[in-house]
């Protein structure tokens, strides 16, 4: 049984799934490709800011204290679980990375697009909409 289903956007690509990823697409044109994967991982307490100083890391950003991560985190809820969001943009590199990190039983879920900058920016609301249609299986 499926433990999470989702409405992908028509204008995705469904990408190869890795060994840990539940879904993996891509999103764009030519030059201006981005790639968005959905995976859980084991929860663990304090998983938050060290998974997003590792998003960070991957686009050239320098680790930020749990303090500042929680200042730049807005709620976002997956079928009735409160998640995080995280908007990093890196002007020097021009990329960008949306991340949503949703707790549910034992497990976080990772929602995750990066690409280019200009990208990101015109594809936030369909991620957006892409996280919130998240549905947990009972």
């Known amino acids: 049984p499926k433990e999470l289903t989702f409405q992908a956007p ?15 697409f891509e999103a764009g044109e030519g030059e201006q490709r981005g790639k968005i994967s959905v995976m859980p991982l084991p929860q663990r307490a304090d998983n938050f800011a060290p ?14 204290t749990p303090e500042q991560i929680q200042k730049a985190t807005q709620a976002l809820r997956v079928d009735g679980q409160p998640g995080k969001l ?48 998240g549905k947990f299986a009972p």
Not at 16 to 21: A, D, F, Q, T, V
Not at 52 to 60: A, L
């Open 51 to 64: 998974n997003v100083n590792r998003w960070r890391f991957q686009i050239g950003l320098d680790e930020q």
């Open 86 to 133: 995280v908007d990093l943009d890196n002007p020097e590199t021009k990329t960008r990375i949306l991340g949503v990190i949703v707790p549910k039983g034992d497990q976080d879920w990772f929602f995750k697009m990066m690409g280019p900058a200009e990208l990101v920016e015109k594809e936030s609301k369909v991620f957006r909409e892409f996280v919130q249609s």
């Open 10 to 24: 028509k204008s995705w690509t469904r990408q190869p799934k890795g060994p840990l990823l539940t879904a993996a």
